[in-house]
């Protein structure tokens, strides 16, 4: 803040009937100047989380204050009393005064006649309840030329004298006549409390102009025609007044780039930056509110507050550091109320109103914003969490805010400077600087100079026209290149005319020589970069030289010397160069390029020198290989290790340039060379014969410099999946062999460098999450998680083998497959057809076992040669909620049974782990690759045409619950890859068991639901699952009896229970006191399809005679229905009746009734008990009879709770339920633990939703608290949204299209429903409606103006509209709430939408429960050049947006990896610590072993050849089973670990470092070194951290973060819509019927629609759920299929076509005229003869000028479409576009139509017969002398002197009757509101930042000196002149500023 000062007025006043005093506070404040940015929102935080919870301590708690303010009466036994005609009962004595500001005494009344005010003052404050004025004379009797039904009048304002702002605050007005009564009533019911004060007065505000007119009434006249009564309450007293009156205050959003970024751009991380850019703090944009005032008044109960002031709003143009007005300045008015009626219910009121808003929106502003946000996000990100780390914030890209950045690519200091001013940029060599204009009212041009020249300045060039220019400085050219580095940011770089680029890894030593200089100049050039460009020309070059820079105390030689010419001459100006490096006192040469590339731009040469290596070589292969590169003679050889994996190096060539090099590869030292070896000979090979040279040396240099980049993107993204994983990510310790090609490519197009490629012919991608075993030519090769590996023959055949989970010793294995090169005739290839996988699409493998089938997609791709597989589990998992649940797949034929082995799922499922304590969120799944099925080996099953799959889901201990999924054949079948099927949503509620524990046993069970939607869609030959909490369940069951019931949905018979599943006769089952949840199973197969009625649906109830104490016994018995007998049915229904339901038969017949009730969607069904004891037959007929039945008192006492929103417990139920911790998930809660839980909670328990607390389930109690009452009203008169184009004209920002939007109105309140719940405590359901309506949309074309386009208007409805604007008041509240009411209610709003949202807690959202939506007619205008124009603008509008967040969000995952990393360093230090640990204390844990059946020999040869094969004696054919070799090894009755140790004993160290990476690969490619390390020196491998093995093995399937399978973007937003889906009670859509008008070509040919009527049908839904994306397709179907295929439509588009005479507006404008020539007569006929010849004449006046404005409409038309269509005829573009121009001059009249017409007729005449001679000339000049444009220009100007004339004639008529049709007024005219907004560029002030930064005003250390005001004002010259100036006043000197900036004049302070 600057600084400011405050005066405080307080006064306390004491009254006889008040026992506390009434305190008012008055705030007088000085202008206030706030500067906020991103580093003060990061110190509130550090001073929030430091000081925070301290602070706390001293608030005193709510509930308390309210205590003790209750205690203390602040009233006096005054009662409140009403006073009738206070000022004429003779109380008041009536004083003259001569200034209104006299102050009456108590009991006084001033009158002053000069400014006509009457002021009386009470005893006590008081509120005036009413005003009424009687008939009193006003004038002299001699005026009696007034009419007498329009009497003179006077208004009258009433105010009172508020203390706390120290004026009159106005109440309202009333008129005082001479003949009627007329009354203000301000105080209209008891609880007003807003107008009380002592002091009231009565100003007459009618002015008389006129000084013939004689007032006779006078202020003390006017007392007795009053009867003025006022009421006084102590309760009305407010007892706190506070006022605040703010003359300015200004807030400064700045750009804090201390903590932003600081890194460059890709493009500028060669250049210093300097220029506005190192300006630490810098403000972008200024809210401004002026006149502001602030009222807060509170009483006991209420308090209101009150704003109001003028707001405005700028944001830095950093193209000229101007200000640009966002918001133009507007009055706004903010009023807030509280209140608390007697039963403690809290009334909020929230009124917002404006006068006019005016907003502009233009690239400029975007961009400052955009930018702006960016970096306040880059800082922001230093808070995570509750820490504040700035440590990472500098390695973020750097934020460039100005428009135009200059790079000075020269070595010379240069310098930039505006035209006509006269302050240079100073730009040094290498240097980036961020420009600006200095003055805006000039030409945007520069000049440049350099010091070499004496600083002569060049001509002046512009720097927004991209490409590259020339400039001359003296005898030096510099070559200045224009380019877009964003959107909104241009990139200008100065060059000279010789540059030297450095393409290789290793810095380099140039000398170069000139012609007129005797001595060498010496330039060094880094790696990888190109030099800085130099003032010499090409020719000028005598000689270059190169050698090594010297490093590390060594010189190396010159090379010999080589010149320009030289290059030229060579072989495509390339020539190898020999550079010498010293090695162990020996010279060793090798060569590289020197290229030569050269450009001419405007007749100059400018020449770049390439220094690249003669070869690259890159490997794509899995794994490193040593790479070999010897002479043909072996006199000399280099080799080195390639990492591969995209890793590429540069080679040394060494000897001689004429001897050819041969290129070997090895797996490694010990494996033999590769052959044949590759010749390398530089200048041979096509990639030197196709060296590019038309390419520019911008590109080259560009290529260059970001090959770095290239390579790293390049490496990020191998082995090319989708998935994007990092390279460090991928396991690739074991690779098998694997052949490989190489081959040669151009490295950067224009030199002849060659990148040699060592390429797999194919990689492999296990990301499915679990091993697998690739057999390949009867060798066996392990595929551990995520890895990725070559196999050796592609072509040949393969399988794949999966382990058994339930039978470990068995390896599931497919049949053999091969690639093949067909096309697939699917997306979607099923490989167990003929077993081949197509390349380039996506297959499907199904692997059958005996007790498994394993499900595969395989992805093949080809990538630069390389086939890609990549192999992915074809259902993949997702735990949405927040509790770990095990789920399992099941496989079934349609019609078989489960067996008990496959109900047990042993050993076969994943625990899908909840994502709870995760602070990111992930979008990862798990693999579900095997499901369990039914069959021995020997029965074959057909899981392609009849499998149905499954899944079982356990939470717990609880018992399992199948789910059906789907048929397998409808996932994949006649259903694109890319498209996937249909999603799909289902509604379950899975078991959930909790044991209650007494004494350390388990002593019984507790049995509860958890409401869960699981969701699943295709894509790309993957299903992908999605488990989710359901927020909103469907029916939610309460058990209040004592006795355990099954629950289902009924028959559609309505006898027993319906089979939710054919295969799992399965029932849910809720215990006694307890809440449960259901989904109808009916309605789930119709999601997502949206329905027009609510379904309905109803419920039976089960019981079993057994044990019912025991939950679940009762749970598993519940899958045999046999042994439960069912009630009859319940309807669920939201109805006042209770249903009776009985279950069994007698005696032992159970009695139960049951109340349903609906809120939202959801049902709440009760169940409560009858006894058969207490009621008889008879009486249960009666009560049914009756529909009412009541629950004896006896009955009611043993109900033990009440029944909320979910079961409410008393203490003793309470022990009964535990809760597991979720990180002791072995230990249960103790009840004090739960005690204290749901203290800190609530009472009630539900356990469908998740929570953030350290528990699993929340404790929430609904209907227990009061929702507060927050009513909202906003009224906007008018809203005008002005998009700008900012680049089109030079100096001006000029509107394109602007939007305005009338009378927008907004009012939210509290709706009750009809009926009290009994599931909130026996209240009425609440909502809140919010109704929105806009009286007036327009949306304005403002090029029309510009005569390129041919409507003013492009949106605007049919139906004139009256607005509100004109007579509106802001400040007057009582028409406020009018205009608010009438708007609400308005018929003729364009708009209206209506909501109710649910009210279901008060810490839970709201739901949308009903929506209406109500439209008005209006017309479309739609042109296609217009929309060709438009389109590009919000494109690039966009564009500005995005690219910077896209920036942003790859920064975030930098970030984020980053965090993650250390967060994975500080685990991996721990696991090596505790693996140290594990190795001192072994612990005996039963683990499978990897190689239990492979022999010594087999595992050296494995690691010599780098494959693993199997032994002969467990290889087994294709398509059976064989032992696994992931299967374990364990002696009955052991607990130890078993690894062969005497194979441990015999093998090399060797193996056993395989074996553990064997054992650890799954840990992370990161994790293996180090742990190989740890373990070492250890000499038996049974005692390498036993605990550690076991663990990563034992969860190898279930949390290992390999295993997580990543679902795309597209997934993830489809799954979470189909879990939070669309749930509404109603959809109502009015029908609509728009007008379209549309103008536009297609295929060359002109098409026209005039005023078509297009009916868009109602849309009503009376029950919706289903998805965001399926709800907008089901509009998007009904209102196109209903305005394109329906019949009405179609009939009425085609009959307003107007190439057809438009017959549809003919026949519309005729059944008009003919209807009111009917209907205007008979009409009349019925009052009388007058009237029936009225209505004959106003008839036959219809019928005339419609039939006639018809007919000339058709025909004018007609001839228009005729006209344009001709002139594509013409073959003459240029007569067409002077046509089409003249077309667009407005025709006024009849004569004016005619005269443009003819002057149409007589050019177009003309230009047809000279098009004869024309056209000919003008081909021959284009094409040269040619017979076929001779031809050709004949043939156009023959087709021309036809078609023109016709074409004239045409156009004639249509002119003609276009001039009749606006002379008759027949023609609709589109206006504009509003004139076309223009801004000058010149017009703008400067902004503050200007001003900091060229006075240098930057505060960056304490006491500087600092900017404190600027302002705008007007120097008065000697001959009285005025001339623009600043002032500038600083803490230290006062500038006075010319507003052109060139100098100033300082005065110190």
């Known amino acids: 803040m600057n600084p400011w000062g405050m005066r405080l007025r307080i006064l306390i006043e004491w009254h006889n009937f008040l026992n506390v005093p009434v305190s008012t506070l008055s705030f007088n404040s000085d202008p206030l100047t706030i500067f906020f940015g991103p580093q003060n929102i990061l110190s509130f935080l550090q001073v929030y989380h430091t000081f925070g919870e301290y602070l706390m301590n001293f608030i005193i708690p709510e509930e308390k204050l309210k205590v003790e303010l209750l205690e203390t009466s602040p009233y006096t036994s005054v009662t409140d009393h009403h006073f009738k005609n206070d000022l004429r009962n003779g109380t008041f004595h009536f004083v003259y005064s001569i200034t209104p500001s006299d102050e009456p005494a108590p009991y006084q009344v001033f009158i002053c006649k000069t400014h006509r005010t009457m002021t009386w003052r009470y005893p006590n404050p008081r509120t005036v309840e009413s005003v009424v004025s009687h008939p009193v004379p006003i004038l002299e009797s001699s005026y009696t030329f007034l009419k007498a039904d329009e009497p003179f009048q006077l208004t009258c304002k009433l105010s009172f004298w508020d203390e706390a702002k120290g004026e009159f605050v106005k109440v309202g007005t009333f008129n005082v006549t001479e003949s009627t009564e007329h009354s203000l009533v301000v105080m209209r019911n008891a609880t007003e409390t807003s107008y009380i004060s002592p002091v009231w007065r009565i100003t007459i505000l009618t002015p008389l102009d006129d000084e013939d007119l004689k007032v006779i009434l ?411 590169i010897a002479t043909a003679k072996n006199d000399s050889k280099v080799s080195f290790e390639l990492e591969g994996r995209g890793s590429e190096v540069e080679v040394d060539f060494l000897g001689d340039d004429t001897v050819a090099h041969l290129l070997t590869f090895q797996s490694d030292s010990e494996s033999p060379a590769s052959s044949p070896a590759v010749p390398l000979l530089p200048g041979g090979g096509p990639c030197i014969e196709n060296v590019v040279h038309n390419r520019s040396i911008n590109d080259i240099i560009k290529d260059i410099i970001s090959d770095v980049g290239q390579n790293r993107e390049l490496k990020s993204k191998w082995p090319f999946t989708r998935e994007g994983f990092e390279v460090r990510e991928w396991n690739v310790k074991t690779q098998p062999e694997a052949a490989g090609k190489v081959t040669f490519k151009s490295w950067v197009p224009g030199i002849p460098s060659v990148l040699v490629e060592a390429k797999p012919d194919a990689i492999f991608a296990n990301l499915t999450g679990y091993r697998l075993i690739f057999r390949e030519d009867e060798e066996d090769v392990l595929v551990l998680t995520r890895s990725a590996f070559s196999p050796k023959n592609i072509r040949g055949k393969f399988s794949f083998g999966f382990e058994s989970t339930l039978r470990p010793n068995i390896i599931y294995w497919s049949e053999e497959m091969k690639i093949t090169d067909n096309q697939s005739r699917s997306d979607v290839h099923h490989i167990n057809t003929d077993w081949q996988i197509p390349v380039g699409c996506y297959s499907r493998l199904e692997i059958n076992g005996s007790n498994m089938q394993i499900h595969i997609t395989i992805e093949t791709k080809l990538h630069d040669g390389i086939l890609i597989l990549t192999l992915r589990p074809t259902f993949n998992l997702q735990n949405r909620t927040k509790f770990p649940l095990s789920v399992c797949g099941i496989s079934l034929n349609l019609h078989s049974i489960p067996s008990d082995d496959l109900l047990c799922l042993r050993g076969n499922s994943i625990s899908l782990d909840s994502n709870e304590e995760s602070r990111e969120p992930t979008e990862a799944s798990f693999g579900l690759l095997g499901f369990s099925c039914d069959r021995e080996s020997s029965v074959e099953m057909d899981v392609y045409k009849s499998g149905m799959k499954y899944i079982a889901l356990q939470y717990a201990n609880s018992p399992w619950w199948f789910v059906q999924l789907m048929k397998f054949e409808s996932i994949f079948d006649n259903l694109s890859a890319p498209q996937g099927i249909p999603v799909k949503r289902v509604a379950t509620a899975i078991p959930s068991c909790q044991p209650h524990w007494a004494n350390g046993k388990p002593i019984d069970l507790i049995e509860v639901t958890l409401a869960l939607s699981i969701c699943w869609t295709c894509k790309n030959g993957q299903v992908w699952i999605s488990v989710a909490v359901d927020e909103n369940p469907q029916v939610v069951i309460f058990n209040h009896s004592s006795y355990s019931l099954c629950y289902a949905e009924a028959e559609s018979k309505g006898v027993g229970p319906q089979i939710e599943y054919e295969h799992f006769p399965q029932f849910r089952c809720v215990a006694p006191h307890t809440t449960a949840f259901y989904a109808f199973p009916s309605l789930q197969g119709a999601f997502p399809e949206v329905m027009n009625s609510e379904p309905k649906a109803t419920l039976v109830f089960g019981s079993s005679t057994l044990d019912y104490k025991n939950v679940r016994r009762m749970t598993m018995l519940c899958r045999d229905s046999s042994s439960i007998e069912w009630s009859t049915p319940a309807k669920c229904e939201d109805c006042d009746e209770v249903q009776l339901i009985h279950i069994g038969t007698a005696p032992s017949k159970l009695y139960l009734k049951v109340l349903t009730e609906k809120l939202g969607l959801t049902y709440y069904v009760y169940i409560e008990q009858l006894s058969e004891a207490e009621v008889s037959a008879t009486d249960v007929r009666a009560r049914i009879a009756q529909s009412q039945v009541e629950l004896p008192s006896e009955i009611q006492k043993e109900v033990p709770f009440d029944c909320g929103a979910t079961v409410r417990f008393t203490i003793p139920l309470i022990s009964q339920i535990h809760l597991y911790h979720p990180r002791e998930c072995n230990q249960l809660l103790s009840t004090e633990q739960l005690m204290d839980e749901i203290a800190s909670t609530n009472t009630a328990l539900q356990l469908a939703r998740p929570s953030n607390s350290k528990y699993k389930m929340k404790m929430v109690n609904l209907g227990t608290k009061l929702h507060p009452y927050f009513n909202v009203k906003i009224y906007l008169p008018e809203v005008r949204l002005i998009f700008t184009d900012d680049f089109t004209h030079a100096g001006q920002k000029r509107e394109i299209v602007s939007l305005i939007i009338t009378d927008f109105t907004m009012e939210r309140h509290p709706k009750i429903g009809e009926r009290e719940l009994r599931i909130l405590n026996h209240k009425k359901a609440e909502f809140w409606k919010i109704i929105l309506c806009v009286g007036d949309i327009q949306i304005d074309n403002a090029l029309y103006q510009e005569k390129r386009y041919d409507f003013p208007v492009l949106l605007q409805r049919n139906d004139p509209y009256e607005s509100n604007v004109q007579e509106y008041n802001l400040m007057d509240n009582e028409i406020l709430s009018s205009i608010i009411n009438y708007n609400v209610d308005r018929p003729s709003s364009l708009i209206r939408i209506g909501t109710e949202f649910l009210i279901t807690a008060p810490a839970e959202p709201q739901r949308l429960h009903c929506i209406d939506i109500k439209c008005q007619s209006f017309t479309v205008n739609i042109e296609d050049k217009f929309i060709s124009f438009i389109f590009p603008v919000f494109e690039n509008f966009a564009t500005i947006i995005t690219e910077r967040f896209s920036l942003l969000q790859a920064e975030n995952k930098i970030l984020i990896a980053q965090r993650k990393e250390n967060h994975g360093r500080e685990r991996l230090a721990l696991m090596e610590r505790s693996a140290l640990t594990l190795v001192e204390k072994p612990i005996k844990t039963k683990v499978p072993s990897l190689t239990p059946h492979i022999t010594s020999k087999t595992f050296v040869e494995l690691f010599s050849s780098r494959k693993l094969s199997l032994d002969s004696s467990v290889s087994s054919p294709r398509g059976t089973e064989s032992p696994g070799l992931l299967s374990p090894s364990i002696e009955d009755g052991s607990d130890s670990l078993r690894i062969h140790h005497e194979m441990v004993s015999v093998l090399p160290e060797t193996y056993q470092s395989l074996t553990q990476r064997l054992l650890y690969a799954d840990i992370g490619a990161e994790y293996v070194g180090k742990l190989e390390n740890s373990t070492k020196d250890e000499p038996e491998m049974c005692r390498i951290g036993e605990e550690a093995i076991s663990e990563r093995l034992l969860r190898e399937n279930s949390n290992n973060r390999l295993n997580n399978v990543p679902i795309p973007l597209e997934i993830v937003s489809i799954i979470q819509d189909l879990a939070n889906s669309v749930q509404l009670q109603k959809i109502h859509i009015h029908q609509v019927q728009t007008y379209l008008t549309f103008r536009g070509r297609y295929r060359g040919m002109y098409f026209a629609f005039d005023n078509s009527p297009v009916l868009l049908n109602e849309y009503l839904s009376n029950y919706v759920l289903t998805t965001k994306y399926t709800l907008g397709e089901t509009f998007g179907n009904h209102y196109l299929m209903g305005a394109v295929y329906k019949a009405g439509n179609s009939m009425r588009l085609l009959g307003s076509l107007e190439l057809l005479g438009s017959p549809g507006t003919l026949a519309r404008s005729l059944g008009t005229g003919v209807k009111d020539f009917v209907v205007y007569p008979v009409k009349g006929i019925m009052l009388g003869p007058l009237a029936f010849l009225n209505g004959l004449n106003t008839g036959c006046t219809s019928l005339v000028r419609n039939v006639s404005s018809g007919t000339l409409t058709s025909v004018t038309n007609f001839a228009w479409s005729v006209s344009r269509n001709i002139d594509r005829l013409t073959l003459d573009q240029d007569d067409e576009a002077i046509i089409e121009e003249t077309r667009r001059v407005p025709i006024d009249g009849i004569s004016d139509g005619l005269t443009h017409g003819l002057t149409g007729f007589g050019i177009r005449l003309l230009g047809a017969i000279g098009g004869i001679a024309q056209h000919p000339i003008q081909a021959m000049m284009d094409n040269g002398p040619s017979p076929i444009g001779l031809v050709t220009g004949i043939g156009k100007g023959l087709i021309g002197a036809v078609t023109k004339p016709v074409g004239a004639t045409v156009e004639l008529v249509a002119m003609t009757g276009q001039g009749l049709l606006q002379e008759a007024g027949w023609v609709h005219k589109f206006t504009r509101k509003y004139d076309v907004f223009v801004e000058e560029t010149a017009s703008c002030s400067n902004s503050l930042l200007k001003y900091r930064w060229k006075l240098g005003l930057y505060d960056r250390e304490p006491g500087s000196e600092k900017l404190l005001l600027a302002l705008e004002a007007v120097e008065e010259g000697r001959n009285h002149s005025l001339t623009p100036v600043s002032l500038v006043i600083t803490t230290e000197v006062c500038h006075f500023i010319p507003f052109s900036l060139q100098f100033r004049f300082p005065f110190p302070l």
């Not at 006249?221 to 102590?234: D, E, K, R, T």
């Not at 135009?404 to 070595?411: A, K, M, Q, S």
């Open 218 to 628: 006078t202020p003390e006249g006017l007392v007795g025609s009053l009867s003025i009564n006022s009421y006084f309450a102590p309760s009305r007293i407010p007892k706190l007044l506070v006022a605040v009156t703010l003359p300015r205050i200004s807030i400064h959003f700045m750009n804090h780039r201390t903590y932003a970024g600081k890194i460059p751009e890709d493009r500028l991380n060669m250049y210093s930056m300097t220029g506005l850019s190192t300006q630490v703090d810098q403000s972008f944009a200024t809210l401004e509110v002026t006149s502001g005032t602030m009222s807060v008044t509170m009483w006991m109960h209420r308090t209101t507050a009150h704003a109001d002031g003028y707001m405005r709003m700028t944001v830095t143009d950093y193209a000229y550091l101007t200000d640009i007005s966002v918001l133009d300045p507007f009055h706004f008015n903010f009023k807030y109320s509280t209140s608390e009626d007697g039963s403690k219910k809290i009334h909020q009121e929230l009124v917002i109103n404006s006068k006019p808003i005016v907003g502009k929106v233009g690239a400029s502003t975007l961009h400052t914003i955009i930018s702006s946000t960016m970096i306040w996000m880059q800082v922001l990100k230093a808070y995570y969490g509750d820490v504040v780390d700035i440590s990472k914030n500098h390695f973020q890209t750097q934020v460039n805010l100005s428009q135009i950045l200059v790079c000075n690519d020269t070595e010379t200091d240069l310098q930039l400077i505006q035209t006509e001013t006269k302050k240079p940029f100073p730009i040094c060599g290498r240097q980036c600087f961020a420009l600006t204009w200095i003055n805006q009212k000039v030409k945007q041009e520069v000049r440049l100079s350099c010091c070499e020249e004496k600083w002569n300045w060049s001509s002046a060039f512009p720097l927004n026209r991209f490409g590259t220019i020339v400039r001359r400085v003296g005898d030096k050219d510099f070559f200045i290149t224009t380019e877009n580095l964003y959107a909104s940011q241009i990139l200008v770089t100065v060059s000279g005319c010789f540059s030297l680029a450095n393409a290789l890894d290793i810095p380099i030593d140039v000398g170069v020589l000139q012609t007129n200089w005797n001595k060498e100049t010496v330039w060094t050039l880094q790696s990888r970069t190109h030099g800085p460009s130099h003032q010499i020309r090409g020719s000028e070059v005598a000689q270059l030289r190169f050698k090594l820079t010297d490093l590390n105390c060594k010189h190396h030689g010159w090379s010999h010397g080589i010149t320009i010419a030289d290059l030229k001459h060579a072989p495509k100006q390339a020539k190898c160069v020999a550079l010498y490096e010293e090695e162990d006192g020996r010279l060793v040469s090798y060569n590289i390029w020197c290229t030569l590339v050269e450009e001419v731009v405007d007749g100059v040469f400018r020449t770049l020198v390439v220094l690249s290596p003669i070869f690259r070589i890159r490997s794509l292969l899995s794994s490193p290989i040593i790479v070999s």
